[in-house]
Structure formats: C-alpha cells, structure tokens
C-alpha cells in the first residue's frame, strides 16, 4: 500500500516541486495537497493528488487531515507556528512514534549582516552547532517549538539555503531570491547588489538547485518512513544547501546576461538605491537577505544519500532570466 503523504505548499515554488517529485513514485505516495484557489483543484485532479481547501488557519482541517495520513510535509508558510502545533497534533493522536512530519526552514536565520564579523559555518550533524542559530527571525522559533514538541513523533527539519531553478510544480516555478535582481537591473539599465559594494567580496551565501533539494525532501521523506535513519537526535535538521556564491560574483552574472539582451547599459554593477530595494526586494527589513552572509554545510543530508548533481546558481540563471522575462512580457 502506497503511503498517504498530506502537503502544504504545493501551489508553491519548493512544494510543487517536492510533489512532482513524490509524483515520480506512484507505487510509494498517495498525496492530497491543501489548497487556497479552487482553481488548482481540476490540475491537481488530473496528476491524481487529492485537493484539499482551507488554508494554514484551518486548524481543525490540519489536524485531520494530518491524521489520516503516514506523513506530512509542510512546505507552505514556516513562520506560522498555529499551523504546525495543529499538523503535530493530528500526527500524534495517531499513536504511533512512525507518524512522519517534514517542516521547511530556512538558512536565512543564520545570516550575519555585511558590517558583522564573518559568519560561522554551521553543520547540520552538530545539533549544537544548529541550535546556536541566532533566534533573530520568527521562523526559528516554530523550529525550537518542533524541537521541543516532536519527540513522540519521527520529525525532521529541511532548512533550504538560497533555491533557485526553474521549478517542477504545477504552479509557481521560480523562486522569490532572484527575480527582484533581473528586474530592478532593467529598471534603472544597471545591474545591482542589494549591499554596499564595498564590503561585499567575502560575503557567501549558500544556494540549492530546486531539483536537487526536491531530491532531498524525497530523500528525507523515503528514509523517515522506513525509519532506517540513524541519529539520536529526537528531531533531525537537514542544511539543504549544496554549494556557496558571492553576491558579487552573482550580480556580475545578472549583469552579463540583462547586457548581452541589451536590457541594461552597462556590465558594472553598483547598490541598488533605497526605491529598488523597497520595490523589488519583500520583507521591508529583511532585505538584508539579500546582502548577508550565510554558510552551512550538510553534512547529515549527504550522510543519508543526498548527493546533488543539478546545474549550479550560474547555470540555472539564464533559465530564470528567461522565464521572468516571459511572465512580465518583455523581450
Ligand atoms: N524559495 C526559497 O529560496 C526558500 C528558501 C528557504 C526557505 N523558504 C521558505 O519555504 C517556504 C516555501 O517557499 P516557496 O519559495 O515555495 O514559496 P512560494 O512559492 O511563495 O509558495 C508558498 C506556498 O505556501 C502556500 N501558502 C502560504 N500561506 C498559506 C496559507 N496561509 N494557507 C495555505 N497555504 C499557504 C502558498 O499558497 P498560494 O498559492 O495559495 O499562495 C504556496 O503554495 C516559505 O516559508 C519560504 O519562506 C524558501
């Protein structure tokens, strides 16, 4: 009998990816997938996935469906902690310690702005190394609350550092990183770095291609049911993150492509002002995202078979531009 996996986020950019992945393995997975626009149900449908309506505030939804299923993948909103204290609480009324929850994270937490002392490189096999994460975004505190609420369940923790790629899902394909740095480049006809230049050379941030980390759920997921991960710890956290850039080295690859379309003037990048930032870069004072310093290595994710073997953040970048330029209609 195929296990019956519930997903959150599957209209998303990580969670329809992770669900054309589960797809591939018809014989393993049944999936129903919550959904907010019933026009995603009929595609659903025709992939054989169950549409399930409500959003992460239906708590009571969550429980149930997180209870009559082997497993659930959360891939849709991290930050918000109701939804997943009401998922941990379906999965535990089934009494079983088997009951699988997959929570998506983020490296972001981890981020030290430029003017800070070069960042730590954290290990997701030293589980002190990954609770010494600094708690500055609210996203880690659903991740302490997993921490300290999941040990009668089998719970782990995939924590994606920058993902980028043309997705595999059925809705969303590309991820919210990079297409602020195409458009804000085309708008002002340079292209830019979210930070002050001057202090950006050292500064690595770490990337996954969207396949490899679709790969890595499945991985995760696979490994979990069987139970045949070995660790001791109660809930184990995986670094999706398979290599480093610079936000430099990456601004000049923007810029070379946007040049090479003649859609910015010039190769040399320079800060983007305040206006593009605000415009083209969510999250207000989380833009700073996009100019910290984040390094992690995962190790515990490679222990258990992940070996990624995508193109790498420059290969994938044509892609992207392409299919940017494609959905804001400029040629
Ligand atoms: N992309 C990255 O590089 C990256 C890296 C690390 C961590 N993350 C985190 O991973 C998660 C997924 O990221 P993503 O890139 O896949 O984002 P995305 O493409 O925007 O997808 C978000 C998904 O969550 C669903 N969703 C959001 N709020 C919901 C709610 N209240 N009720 C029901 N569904 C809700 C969305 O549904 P609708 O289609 O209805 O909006 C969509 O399916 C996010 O928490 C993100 O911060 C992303």
Redesign the pocket.
Same mark, same amino acid.
């Given at each position: 009998m195929p296990f019956k996996v519930f997903l +959150? =986020?599957? #209209? =998303? &950019? %990580? =969670?329809g990816s992770v669900l054309s992945e589960l797809l591939k393995f018809p014989d393993k997975y049944t999936v129903s997938a !919550? %959904?907010?626009?019933r026009e995603y149900a009929d595609i659903l449908q025709e992939h054989g996935v169950t549409p399930v309506f409500g #959003? !992460? $505030?239906d708590a009571e939804l969550l429980t149930r469906w997180a209870k009559e299923s082997d497993a659930v993948i959360h891939?849709? $909103? &991290?930050?918000?902690l109701c939804a997943v204290q009401a998922i941990v609480k379906g999965l535990k009324e089934k009494e079983d310690k088997g009951a699988v929850f997959i929570h +998506? #994270? #983020? +490296? +972001?937490g981890i981020i030290l702005p430029v003017d800070q002392p070069a960042s730590q490189t954290y290990d997701d096999m030293n589980m002190e190394s990954v609770k010494s994460i600094p708690r500055n975004l609210p996203y880690r505190l659903v991740d302490d609350w997993i921490f300290e609420n999941c040990k009668d369940i089998t719970a782990a923790i995939v924590a994606?550092? @920058? @993902?980028h790629g043309i997705g595999s899902g059925l809705?969303?394909k590309i991820? %919210? &990183?990079h297409p602020g740095f195409f458009k804000a480049g085309m708008e002002r006809r340079r292209p830019g770095l979210v930070g002050n230049i001057a202090n950006q050379p050292n500064v690595v941030f770490g990337n996954v291609n969207i396949h490899d980390l679709a790969d890595l759920f499945q991985i995760v997921l696979e490994e979990s049911l069987s139970n045949t991960i070995e660790s001791e710890d109660e809930v184990r956290f995986y670094f999706g993150s398979a290599k480093d850039h610079s936000w430099v080295e990456f601004a000049q690859a923007v810029g070379k492509i946007l040049h090479n379309r003649g859609l910015v003037d010039t190769i040399e990048v320079s800060q983007f002002e305040p206006e593009y930032v605000d415009k083209y870069f969510p999250g207000g004072d989380l833009s700073f995202i996009w100019a910290g310093d984040s390094r992690c290595v995962a190790n515990r994710s490679r222990k258990i078979g992940w070996a990624p073997k995508y193109p790498d953040i420059f290969g994938t970048l044509e892609q992207e531009v392409n299919y940017v330029l494609e959905k804001s209609k400029i040629k």
């Open positions: +959150t =986020g599957a #209209s =998303g &950019y %990580i =969670g !919550l %959904i907010r626009k #959003s !992460l $505030d891939a849709a $909103d &991290y930050e918000h +998506t #994270s #983020s +490296t +972001t994606p550092s @920058v @993902v809705f969303n991820s %919210i &990183y």
